[in-house]
């Protein structure tokens, strides 16, 4: 979309509030929604609406929001981005109150202000368009974004008069008791649209005698009325885009939201899933066509997955890369990994920071990987750890290989050459090089380099004792005593 830059409007984020009903030491907006902080949601919105400018409220664990606002301002962008412009409300005073906190900033801007409650993630970038169309369509003042819920409880209600026009918003706090209000269910989204022009001065209009003892926002409805101004409500059909977080129930409906929506995009762009409901992509992930994802996975972070891959259940990966054709077997955990095209991992496998996997490498069950390189088609099938390895092509790793890579103090390194073949229940200790081609013996605990082609055993002969067992039954059933199994 390339809109006139005089035509965007600013955006102001309110993410002051401390969200005491999440009952968290951690400010409300920076509880993670589908894979990113609350208040993310509402940046990258109003980045891709576009806007001219973006300002924030900041207010308790403001350095803690503020970052999260630059990271959402920062990551993904195509354009050259904005920079996101803040402003601090000391006491949480009120909606109204945190608006005013942008005076000083925003006071010599004219035009159209989109105000975002910072609590409100799932609100599509054309859902705000639409808001700003109609607000400048109709000539208003202030927009009001509304909805209409089955449980209207909590949010503001809209009180519309007999020309269905907006006649005020009033708070839960303040109706309580009061069915005819109580039973409104449009309500206020908390998203608005308002000139700027003649704001602030509105706004110190309002006054703190309410249930709550706050500047609320919404009353702004009344002001601008008095005032002779145009307000409007526009009614959105989606309750989902713009449910508000003030509980951790609320979180969990508005994460389903944003995961059901994101699930729908990636069946829409052609990958399966299974069971949408239960699979929980979040909204930085990209999956490629023809990749299949069982019930219960969990994709996280900006994971990307390529083409035709298969994510069977139970499987969690995050912020890595899987290639095209790649099979994931059932409960495999993969974290900041590398995946090679045509790789096949798990069942039960464990992919940990810094573990690449070149094309057509196998990983089966019970191995864990960590900082550790396997090039094509090398293959650790059972039971292993590999750390802080670096293991050569069509490298076979028996089941039972420890890479012994810890000392107490230090990590080492354990270097294994092209087609190296590793015997099974083998230790390499680190720090060891096996050249290429050299096979290791199995059971073998490995202290020392190997060269290429060599074959490196350590473990004792077996001896083997002729007619042992048939003296030893004998001497015990002379003692009274039997053995199940004796011949
Ligand atoms: C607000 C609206 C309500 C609406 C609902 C939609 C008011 C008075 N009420 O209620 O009509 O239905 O949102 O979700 O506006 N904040 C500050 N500084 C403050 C107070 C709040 O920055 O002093 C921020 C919060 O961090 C939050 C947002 O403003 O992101 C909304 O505040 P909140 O207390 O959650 O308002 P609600 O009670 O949900
Ligand atoms: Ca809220």
């Given at each position: 979309?390339?809109?006139?830059?005089?035509?965007?409007?600013?955006?102001l984020?309110?993410?002051?509030?401390?969200?005491?009903?999440?009952?968290?030491?951690i400010?409300?907006?920076?509880?993670?929604v589908?894979?990113?902080?609350?208040?993310?949601h509402v940046?990258?919105?109003a980045r891709?609406?576009?806007?001219?400018?973006?300002?924030?409220?900041?207010?308790?664990?403001?350095a803690e929001?503020r970052?999260?606002?630059?990271?959402?301002?920062?990551?993904?962008?195509r354009?050259?981005?904005?920079?996101?412009?803040?402003?601090?409300?000391?006491?949480?005073l009120?909606?109204?109150?945190?608006?005013?906190?942008?005076?000083?900033?925003?006071?010599?801007?004219?035009g159209?202000?989109l105000?975002?409650n910072?609590d409100?993630?799932?609100?599509?970038p054309?859902?705000?368009?639409?808001?700003?169309?109609r607000?400048?369509?109709a000539?208003?003042?202030?927009?009001?974004?509304?909805?209409?819920?089955?449980?209207?409880q909590?949010?503001?209600?809209?009180?519309?008069?007999?020309?269905?026009?907006l006649?005020?918003?009033?708070?839960?706090?303040?109706?309580?008791?009061?069915?005819?209000?109580?039973?409104i269910?449009e309500?206020n989204?908390?998203?608005?649209?308002v000139?700027?022009?003649?704001?602030?001065e509105?706004?110190r209009?309002?006054?703190?005698?309410?249930?709550?003892?706050?500047?609320?926002?919404?009353?702004?409805?009344?002001?601008?009325?008095?005032?002779?101004?145009?307000?409007?409500?526009?009614?959105?059909d989606?309750?989902?885009?713009?449910?508000?977080?003030?509980?951790?129930?609320?979180?969990a409906?508005?994460?389903?939201?944003?995961?059901?929506?994101k699930?729908k995009?990636?069946?829409?762009?052609?990958?399966?899933?299974?069971?949408?409901?239960?699979?929980?992509?979040d909204?930085g992930?990209?999956?490629?066509?023809?990749?299949t994802?069982?019930?219960?996975?969990?994709l996280?972070?900006?994971?990307?997955?390529?083409?035709?891959?298969?994510?069977?259940?139970?499987?969690?990966?995050?912020?890595?890369v899987?290639?095209n054709?790649?099979l994931?077997?059932?409960?495999?955990?993969?974290?900041?990994?590398?995946?090679?095209?045509?790789?096949?991992?798990?069942?039960?496998?464990?992919?940990?920071?810094?573990?690449?996997?070149?094309?057509?490498?196998h990983?089966g069950?019970?191995?864990?990987?960590?900082?550790?390189?396997?090039?094509?088609?090398?293959?650790a099938n059972?039971?292993?750890?590999?750390?802080?390895?670096?293991?050569?092509?069509?490298?076979?790793?028996?089941?039972?290989?420890?890479?012994?890579?810890?000392d107490?103090?230090?990590?080492?390194r354990?270097?294994?050459?092209?087609?190296v073949?590793?015997?099974?229940?083998?230790?390499l200790v680190?720090?060891?090089?096996?050249g290429?081609?050299a096979?290791?013996?199995a059971?073998?605990?490995?202290?020392?380099?190997?060269?290429a082609?060599?074959?490196?055993?350590?473990?004792?002969?077996?001896?083997?004792?002729?007619?042992?067992?048939?003296?030893?039954?004998?001497?015990?059933?002379?003692?009274?005593k039997?053995?199940?199994?004796?011949?």
């Amino acid at each position: 979309v390339s809109t006139p830059r005089a035509a965007r409007p600013c955006a102001l984020i309110l993410a002051a509030g401390q969200g005491k009903r999440m009952k968290s030491k951690i400010v409300k907006l920076l509880h993670p929604v589908a894979g990113r902080p609350a208040v993310a949601h509402v940046v990258k919105a109003a980045r891709s609406v576009p806007c001219r400018r973006i300002v924030s409220v900041l207010g308790v664990q403001a350095a803690e929001v503020r970052s999260a606002i630059e990271e959402a301002a920062r990551d993904g962008s195509r354009s050259k981005g904005i920079r996101p412009e803040f402003c601090a409300q000391k006491k949480q005073l009120g909606t109204a109150h945190a608006v005013l906190a942008a005076a000083r900033i925003l006071g010599a801007e004219r035009g159209a202000l989109l105000i975002l409650n910072g609590d409100v993630p799932a609100a599509k970038p054309e859902t705000l368009r639409a808001l700003l169309y109609r607000h400048r369509e109709a000539g208003a003042s202030l927009t009001v974004l509304t909805t209409n819920l089955d449980d209207p409880q909590g949010y503001g209600r809209i009180v519309r008069g007999m020309d269905d026009s907006l006649q005020a918003i009033r708070e839960q706090a303040d109706i309580a008791g009061d069915a005819s209000l109580e039973e409104i269910r449009e309500i206020n989204a908390g998203l608005y649209c308002v000139e700027l022009e003649g704001l602030f001065e509105a706004l110190r209009k309002t006054s703190r005698g309410n249930a709550q003892g706050e500047y609320y926002l919404p009353d702004l409805v009344g002001v601008l009325r008095a005032g002779g101004k145009r307000v409007e409500a526009m009614c959105h059909d989606d309750p989902t885009e713009v449910l508000g977080i003030n509980t951790r129930a609320d979180l969990a409906l508005v994460s389903k939201a944003i995961y059901a929506r994101k699930a729908k995009e990636l069946m829409l762009e052609g990958v399966t899933l299974l069971d949408p409901g239960t699979t929980y992509v979040d909204v930085g992930v990209t999956v490629g066509r023809d990749t299949t994802l069982y019930p219960n996975v969990r994709l996280e972070g900006r994971t990307k997955i390529g083409e035709g891959c298969v994510v069977h259940s139970g499987v969690r990966i995050a912020e890595s890369v899987l290639a095209n054709g790649v099979l994931v077997l059932d409960h495999c955990v993969v974290t900041e990994a590398v995946v090679g095209a045509g790789a096949r991992v798990g069942p039960f496998a464990h992919l940990r920071p810094g573990s690449v996997l070149g094309s057509g490498v196998h990983v089966g069950n019970f191995v864990e990987t960590k900082k550790t390189r396997l090039r094509d088609r090398a293959k650790a099938n059972h039971l292993a750890y590999l750390g802080d390895a670096d293991i050569g092509r069509e490298v076979n790793v028996g089941a039972g290989t420890i890479t012994c890579n810890y000392d107490g103090w230090e990590k080492h390194r354990t270097v294994l050459g092209d087609g190296v073949f590793v015997g099974s229940d083998t230790q390499l200790v680190a720090p060891v090089k096996v050249g290429r081609g050299a096979f290791i013996g199995a059971g073998s605990t490995i202290t020392k380099d190997v060269p290429a082609d060599a074959l490196a055993l350590s473990r004792v002969r077996q001896q083997t004792i002729r007619g042992w067992a048939v003296k030893k039954r004998r001497e015990m059933a002379g003692r009274g005593k039997s053995r199940s199994g004796r011949r």
